[in-house]
């Protein structure tokens, strides 16, 4: 190296070394030309340790493979090519030293590959730039828990921590509109707590809250993943069946009324028990909006509140109401098999 090229080089490596970024320059065989400061101070792997060697030599936990195909593919385009944090939080695993950004183990990273050509015009290097992005990938995950918790409180009901009736009412209207193109069976159940005003008069608010929170408790082990429960209104609540006809549904509407009808709610040592009256209705051609398949359910409900409570209704296509009993063709087996 002549006198001129030999300063150039120097000071071009002091501008490397002072940049706040990691600077790596490989050649084909993955050997280290360059290795700066910030690489050094961040790896703890010295100039001296890793110069001439093979990258993947000297630095672990490099995800190999895939930066491997990363740098042929550089070399094959000619052109520059990115990694960034929100596809792979880091290429060189550097733990995270920046008190700004507390909370975060490793150094987030952005990285830039940039082919190099030699004196022959041929591209013979490869440079990866390295960026610590930690702040910015932490507020943005931030940003991205609180909108997550935000959405959650916004369609969630405080006390059951069942979908809210506005949610619940938009998943109807959902499943409604998706029965209109694919006609599947779906199958609609409200259901309310009996005589649930004496619950409150004779043991209190609170006790009435508990007793409200044990019901949604039951529902949420009873239902079926693909069900869609909802807090309707206060003692009130409404589950959607997908893929499931008015006869099916009578296995879960059976379960559920007799898990409540066994439940002890015990407050201030005082044990509560309660009933549920219930109400199905099958989704069918003739019912045209997703309102009249709520009151045709709600009709279904009142009927059990009407015939004495702690029962279930389903209002049949021809706007007829029938009892479980005489909708189960079996009902001693149907109540063997639901336990
Ligand atoms: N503890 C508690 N009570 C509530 C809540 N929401 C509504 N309620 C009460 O639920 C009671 C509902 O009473 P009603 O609509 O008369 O019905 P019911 O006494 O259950 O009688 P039936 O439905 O006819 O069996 C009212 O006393 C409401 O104050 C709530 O979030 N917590």
């Not at 001296?48 to 936990?61: A, C, H, R, S, Y």
């Not at 190099?116 to 390295?130: D, F, P, Q, R, V």
């Not at 259901?191 to 409200?212: L, M, P, Q, S, W």
């Not at 019912?287 to 009927?303: G, R, V």
């Amino acid at each position: 190296m002549s006198d001129i090229s030999l300063a150039d080089f120097h000071l071009t490596m002091q501008v490397l070394d002072h940049l706040d970024a990691g600077i790596v320059i490989l050649d084909k065989n993955y050997n280290v030309y360059a290795w700066n400061t910030f690489m050094q101070a961040y790896s703890g792997i010295s100039t001296d340790q890793i110069m001439g060697k093979p990258l993947f030599d000297v630095v672990e936990n490099l995800p190999e493979s895939w930066l491997k195909n990363k740098i042929s593919s550089t070399f094959k385009l000619r052109m520059r090519s990115f990694s960034a944090w929100e596809d792979r939080p880091w290429v060189f695993k550097f733990s995270n030293f920046s008190p700004i950004s507390g909370g975060a183990d490793f150094m987030y990273q952005n990285m830039t590959l940039t082919p190099l050509k030699s004196l022959t015009g041929e591209y013979t290097h490869i440079c990866l730039t390295i960026t610590d992005v930690t702040d910015i990938a932490k507020n943005k995950n931030h940003l991205r828990e609180s909108n997550e918790q935000l959405t959650h409180l916004s369609i969630t009901d405080r006390l059951t921590q069942l979908y809210n009736r506005g949610h619940w009412e938009n998943c109807l209207v959902e499943e409604f509109e998706h029965y209109q193109q694919m006609h599947q069976p779906m199958t609609l159940v409200m259901f309310d707590i009996d005589h649930f005003k004496n619950v409150n008069d004779t043991y209190g608010h609170v006790a009435g809250d508990a007793v409200i929170k044990t019901i949604a408790d039951i529902v949420r082990k009873a239902k079926r993943q693909s069900d869609i429960a909802g807090r309707y209104g206060g003692e009130e609540f409404g589950v959607i069946l997908p893929g499931t006809t008015a006869d099916m549904t009578s296995y879960f509407t059976e379960r559920l009324r007799k898990k409540v009808e066994r439940a002890n709610v015990v407050v201030d040592g005082k044990t509560i028990n309660v009933t549920i009256s219930l109400g199905v209705c099958q989704l069918h051609p003739g019912i045209t909006n997703y309102e009249s398949w709520l009151e045709q359910t709600d009709s279904a409900l009142y009927e059990s509140k009407n015939k004495g409570r702690n029962q279930t209704t389903i209002m049949q296509a021809n706007g007829k109401f029938t009892s479980l009993a005489t909708n189960v063709k079996n009902i001693n087996e149907f109540n063997r098999n639901i336990g």
